[in-house]
Structure formats: structure tokens, C-alpha cells
């Protein structure tokens, strides 16, 4: 069974989706199978930074639904062997119908078939983080020297508790 990896921070800005994609690809180099989640239904911008913004049909909203498997869900990087991506839902308003449940039973799943899930949380302290924390077995909160992200950094480190 595969590690979960929750990456969080708690401003916008830090790097954090650079560290998923960053860390992913190292992952993968290693001969790592590596799912990354977008779990910011916000913005959406791990697919723009990994080259795959035409690619990503279906979102884990629609895996943890049921609506797809995580297999046709979670796209082959075009480059990036052992990667696959699995995308934020399009309209961030799906994301609260997912029941928080549900979400920890698609990592438990793919930890089954993968040996790093890296889920790239959006910036602050807010439901995503503790939807997917429980389902996680590390977390890395993502931070830069500034008061103002740090401050960020401690209010993650403290919703994670």
C-alpha cells in the first residue's frame, strides 16, 4: 500500500503546486508510480504547470462520486513516466457535494495503486485541508520567509493537528 501526501500552506503563493509537480517528477525518476491530485477546485493550476490543461476530463469529484474509475480518471503524463494526474473538479460548488468520506476512500484506494499519491491542497486553512488530512499518512506545509506566510504555515500546521 502507497503513502498519501497532503501539501499545504496556509497563503496562497508559497510554491506549493510547483513542490507536487517538482517532487512527482523526482518520484517518478525513481521508478515511483505516483498519482498527483489537484485538490484546489478553485484554481485549478496543477494541470496548466504539468502541460495537460487539454487532457484532464474527469476530476476526483467525479472518482469519489462514482461517476468514473480512478483508472480512466487519472490521466498518463504525456512525458513523465509512472505519472498520472487526477484533476479538481471544473466548478468548485461539485467539490461540496462530496461528502468528506468519500474522498478519504478514493486516496484509501489509490494508495492501493499507487506507491506516492501527492495531494496538492489549495492555499489556507479551509475544508480541503481537513477533508483530506485524515486520509493522509504525512503532510508538507509549503512556506516562504515572509511573517505573513509563516503565520499562514502555523495555522496549517495547527488544522492539521
Given at each position: 500500500?502507497?503513502?498519501?501526501?497532503?501539501?499545504?500552506?496556509?497563503?496562497?503563493?508559497?510554491?506549493?503546486?510547483?513542490?507536487?509537480?517538482?517532487?512527482?517528477?523526482?518520484?517518478?525518476?525513481?521508478?515511483?508510480?505516483?498519482?498527483?491530485?489537484?485538490?484546489?477546485?478553485?484554481?485549478?493550476?496543477?494541470?496548466l504547470?504539468?502541460?495537460?490543461?487539454?487532457?484532464?476530463?474527469?476530476?476526483?469529484?467525479?472518482?469519489?462520486?462514482?461517476?468514473?474509475?480512478?483508472?480512466?480518471?487519472?490521466?498518463?503524463?504525456?512525458?513523465?513516466?509512472?505519472l498520472?494526474?487526477?484533476?479538481?473538479?471544473?466548478?468548485?460548488?461539485?467539490?461540496?457535494?462530496?461528502?468528506?468520506?468519500?474522498?478519504?476512500?478514493?486516496?484509501?484506494?489509490?494508495?492501493?495503486?499507487?506507491?506516492?499519491?501527492?495531494?496538492?491542497?489549495?492555499?489556507?486553512?479551509?475544508?480541503?485541508?481537513?477533508?483530506f488530512?485524515?486520509?493522509?499518512?504525512?503532510?508538507?506545509?509549503?512556506?516562504?520567509?515572509?511573517?505573513?506566510?509563516?503565520?499562514?504555515?502555523?495555522?496549517?500546521?495547527?488544522?492539521?493537528?
Amino acid at each position: 500500500m502507497g503513502t498519501a501526501i497532503l501539501v499545504a500552506s496556509g497563503k496562497g503563493g508559497t510554491g506549493k503546486t510547483s513542490f507536487c509537480a517538482n517532487v512527482a517528477v523526482a518520484l517518478c525518476a525513481m521508478g515511483e508510480k505516483v498519482l498527483l491530485i489537484d485538490a484546489d477546485a478553485g484554481l485549478r493550476s496543477l494541470d496548466l504547470v504539468l502541460g495537460m490543461a487539454d487532457s484532464l476530463l474527469f476530476s476526483y469529484a467525479d472518482v469519489a462520486r462514482g461517476d468514473a474509475l480512478l483508472k480512466e480518471a487519472a490521466v498518463h503524463h504525456p512525458i513523465v513516466r509512472n505519472l498520472r494526474v487526477l484533476t479538481a473538479p471544473a466548478d468548485p460548488a461539485r467539490r461540496s457535494e462530496i461528502p468528506d468520506a468519500q474522498l478519504c476512500a478514493l486516496i484509501r484506494r489509490a494508495r492501493d495503486h499507487f506507491t506516492y499519491v501527492l495531494i496538492d491542497c489549495p492555499a489556507g486553512v479551509g475544508r480541503e485541508i481537513t477533508a483530506f488530512a485524515p486520509a493522509a499518512q504525512r503532510a508538507v506545509i509549503v512556506s516562504t520567509a515572509d511573517a505573513l506566510a509563516l503565520r499562514g504555515a502555523q495555522k496549517a500546521s495547527q488544522t492539521l493537528r
